[in-house]
C-alpha cells in the first residue's frame, strides 16, 4: 500500500546513456513533481504536472524529459546522462484543491550514479 | 521571488532536551509553510504545515511550529528531543497568491538535527 513509489531504487549507469526513472502514486492526487536533490542535500523541484499537463518546468537541460501517461503516473526520462546528473531524484505528489494547500508526499528516491 | 532559509547547517542536542530547528521565509504575499523530515536514504515525510489560524501548529512525533509573521520565521520545536529525531529537517514555503497548481514550493537547504544519548 506504497503510496509514491519509484523504481528503480538504485541506478547505476555510463556517462552518454539513456536511462528512465518511473513513479506512480495511489493517493489520487492530481499533481506530481520531480525533485533533484544533490551531494550537498539541496533539494530543487525540476517538473509538475497537474492533470497529465505540465505546469512547472524549472530550467533543466534538455536531456531531461518528463512523460506523464495518466494521472498517477509521472516518469523521468534523461538521455546522454553526464557526470553532473549523479544525484537522488524524488518524485513526488499532491492535492491542488482550490484553497491550494497541498502538502507534497515524497517517493523514497531514486540514487542515480553515472560513471 | 519567494525564498526560504535555515541559518544553521547542524543543530546539536543532548536527549531530553528541548530543540529548536530555525527557519525564516520571504514571500511576496502569506504563505503557506512547511516543515518536513528526511532520514538516512529515506525521502522526505510531512510533519506540520501553517496556513491559517492559531499561530502553533503541533504535528507529527511531538513537533510543533511557530509561525511568526513580523520576523517572517517559522521555527521547528520540540520539547524533549529523542535519538530517533536525529535527521534532516527541511522548511519549505509556497506563496499563497499563485494558482496552486503552479506554485512552487521552495525548500531550505536543510538542517542536520543530532540527538546524543
Known amino acids: 500500500d506504497t503510496a509514491v513509489s519509484q523504481t528503480p531504487k538504485y541506478l547505476v549507469t555510463q556517462m552518454g546513456n539513456d536511462k528512465s526513472i518511473k513513479c506512480e502514486q495511489n493517493?489520487?492526487?492530481?499533481?506530481m513533481y520531480w525533485y533533484k536533490q544533490d551531494s550537498k542535500k539541496f533539494l530543487k523541484i525540476m517538473f509538475s504536472?497537474?492533470?497529465?499537463?505540465?505546469?512547472i518546468n524549472e530550467t533543466v537541460p534538455n536531456r531531461f524529459s518528463p512523460k506523464s501517461p495518466d494521472k498517477a503516473h509521472l516518469n523521468l526520462h534523461i538521455n546522454s546522462l553526464e557526470l553532473g546528473d549523479s544525484a537522488v531524484y524524488f518524485c513526488?505528489?499532491?492535492?491542488?484543491?482550490?484553497?491550494?494547500?497541498?502538502?507534497?508526499?515524497f517517493g523514497p528516491g531514486t540514487r542515480l550514479t553515472v560513471l | 521571488a519567494q525564498s526560504v532559509a535555515q541559518p544553521e547547517d547542524q543543530v546539536n542536542v543532548a536527549e531530553g532536551n528541548p530543540l529548536t530547528v530555525k527557519c525564516t521565509y520571504s514571500?511576496?504575499?502569506?504563505?503557506?509553510l512547511f516543515w518536513y523530515v528526511q532520514y538516512p536514504n529515506r525521502g522526505l515525510q510531512f510533519l506540520l504545515k501553517?496556513?491559517?489560524?492559531?499561530?502553533l501548529v503541533k504535528g507529527s512525533y511531538g513537533f510543533e511550529a511557530e509561525f511568526n509573521k513580523s520576523q517572517t520565521s517559522f521555527h521547528l520545536k520540540k520539547p524533549s528531543a529523542l535519538v530517533s529525531d536525529s535527521a534532516l529537517y527541511f522548511c519549505?514555503?509556497?506563496?499563497?497568491?499563485?494558482?496552486?497548481?503552479?506554485?512552487?514550493?521552495?525548500f531550505g537547504s536543510g538542517t542536520r538535527l543530532s540527538i546524543r544519548p
Open positions: 513526488a505528489s499532491g492535492l491542488t484543491s482550490g484553497r491550494g494547500t497541498d502538502t507534497q508526499y
Open positions: 493517493l489520487g492526487h492530481d499533481t
Open positions: 504536472y497537474n492533470n497529465k499537463e505540465l505546469i
Open positions: 514571500v511576496s504575499g502569506n504563505p503557506y
Open positions: 501553517y496556513i491559517t489560524g492559531d499561530n
Open positions: 519549505a514555503v509556497r506563496d499563497r497568491e499563485r494558482r496552486s497548481s503552479a506554485s512552487k514550493i521552495i
